[in-house]
């Protein structure tokens, strides 16, 4: 009897091994027992720990859905916006604020469905940010909807007979619009996606990483795919590493193999460095950049 | 604090109503401005993405209205002075982040230059009928501040106010023109820079371990930090506690909702302003905004020849809406005479507020063009019968 209790208050002293990155006092999160969206925001705490930007500098930037929440657990600057809109918003903190590294973290729904106009001209832009966009192929925060990454004949509860509407293929999405960053991986792939993570803090431009993750409560469910872990443990071993792949060659089939890696890692100027660059050629010295927040 | 004289265009100019905006909000001190192109408020970011780059402010032309409204938020948080421009239809696509605005308490001004609607309506040609949408526009309850200026010159001078009153009330502050006054040109007088009050944003003198980023001060209004001051904030449209986490209930609810309002409404006495001639032996009060208060002028002459002791009662802040001063004339007058290019906005406040001690007559006008003044001084005739 002694020797139990000694255990558990063992058992309560311990520290949570991400305590200083995550807000403490809001956990426990609201995310399913073996969803995809924890694994990928501990790559994310090993890449800022990696990372020599000061985490005072970064802020992070959220939409609506269950990725969206993200922002409301880590404990940096970090902002909850509206459906779709966290590109936007991102823009907004980036441009006001060029200092900033800004990070926005947030689902397949969120960032491609009701956003998707947003991403593309961002990376058209090429907009300095860290675009994280976590796929579980169906609106889960709302209860499972068929979304514009849901793989063909998947079965969502707006597709009860399976999915007839061809999905996105991400990556090459971003690239075709010139992002300087690509990547895939899935959720497990933890090592290589926070190295991943840690190259797209490091660059300048637009930077994109989808991450294939299992909503273990419906469309695993929906799917009668087993439980969250096995799927994402399927995703995993389903996976070919392929960096430098052809974007073409990239779209997700219902369970098919699922190609991951890098396939972009380029240079182009920055939205900023046109603007600067462009006004002082034409303007010269009358040209005045901007002088970052008000008030410093 | 003054204003910049770098920004500040000093002088005598001849402009039209929107490109007065534009210079009101550099001398503002503006230097954020994201905007989707739209008749009749193009202008105004055109004028600002002609004059930014010497003065050193950012503007984007964004891919709509929806991100122009959320990039705003963002770069107010980011600790920018942020501005967007539109009218109908951008206005109506704004409204989900206006809400976002209200409930991050995001110092902001949006101005509307308003046409004929609904829908694609009259994209050239004036309206007012977006006067109640734009106190109740975006879903849930939120108190927001409105202007309406009547000629450019007061263009210029309303959009400095609106960025005062949006960095010390942390609301969403509007600037509620029409095609008319946005395209009519006129002489506009720009004051030397220590001329022009501005209103600083108020930051918190606490540290990170002290600092709640939505407790209110004494008036309601929460201190500010800006993103990359170490407050490691977070800021959410979900409703949430005075840390700025969501919880879910009502007592949250409650509590927030409440004082959003309050913040306004309780501080209404030093936001409203009107300007107000001969309502003293008045028997018949004109309430007006906007360009219908200069089209009002004629009839107003026409009948004070004919011995009508009409008042005048021009807003200048529409929302909050003066119902005190109007509740007090009510019981003196024996009517109000309402010209708007509507089908009765502002008068359903009129009504309200003379709580039927006075009659209430709309001239109402479906947009297009603006009044006849016959018409306004047919509603005099009537209203003193």
Known sequence: MKEIEVKEKEGIEEEHPMKHLLRMDRIPHIWCPTCGIGTVLTSFATALEKSEIPLDDISVVSGIGCSGRIAGYIKLDSFHSTHGRAIPFATGLKLGNPKLKVVVFSGDGDIVGIGGNHLIHAARRNMDMVVLCINNFIYAMTGGQVAATTPLTANTSTSPYGNYENPFNLPHLVASCGAVYVARWTALHVRRLAKSMGEALKKRGFSFIEIIAPCSTIYARRNRLGDGLSLMKFYHDNSIIKHGADTRELDIGFQSKIIVGKFVDIERPTFLDSLNEWNRKVLGEKFREYGGPIDD | MKANPKNVLTGQHYLDGDHACAEGALSAGCNFVAGYPITPSTEVVERISERFPFVGGIFIQMEDEMASMASVIGAAWAGAKAMTVTSGPGFSLMMENIGLAAMMEAPCVIINVQRGGPSTGL???????????????????????????????????????????????????????????????????????????????????????????????????????????????????????????????????????????????????????????????????????????????????????????????????????????????????????????????????????????????????????????????????????
């Open chain 2, 123 to 385: 994209p050239t040609l004036p309206g007012q009928a977006d006067m109640m949408q734009v106190r109740w526009g975006s879903h849930g309850d939120y108190e927001i501040i409105a202007l309406s200026p009547n000629s450019p010159q007061e263009c210029f001078e309303f959009t400095i106010k609106a960025f005062n009153l949006s960095e010390k009330y942390r609301v969403p502050v509007f600037v509620m023109t029409d095609e008319c006054v946005g395209h009519m040109t006129e002489k506009v007088i720009i004051p030397p820079a220590e001329k022009i009050e501005l209103k600083l944003r108020r930051y918190t003198k606490l540290s990170p371990e002290e600092y709640l980023p939505f407790k209110p001060e004494k008036d309601l209004v929460p201190d500010m930090v800006k993103a990359g001051d170490g407050y490691r904030i977070h800021v959410t449209g979900l409703t949430h506690d005075e840390k700025g986490y969501p919880v879910m209930n009502w007592q949250t609810q409650e509590k927030l909702v409440r004082r959003l309002v309050e913040k306004i409404r309780l501080n209404k006495d030093k936001i409203i302003e009107y300007e107000e001639e001969e309502t003293e032996e008045a028997e018949v009060v004109l309430l007006s905004y906007g360009i219908s208060s200069r089209v009002s002028i004629p009839a107003i002459q026409k009948a004070r020849k004919e011995g009508i002791k009409i008042g005048v009662l021009r807003l200048v802040v529409v929302w909050p809406f003066p119902e005190k001063r109007v509740y007090e004339l009510a019981k003196k007058v024996k009517a109000f005479v309402v010209p708007e290019m509507n089908y009765g906005q502002m008068v359903l406040e009129v009504e309200r507020a003379a709580k039927g001690k006075a009659k209430t007559i709309l001239v109402p006008h479906g947009g297009g063009w603006v009044h006849n003044p016959e018409d306004i001084y047919k509603a005099i005739k009537e209203a003193v019968k």
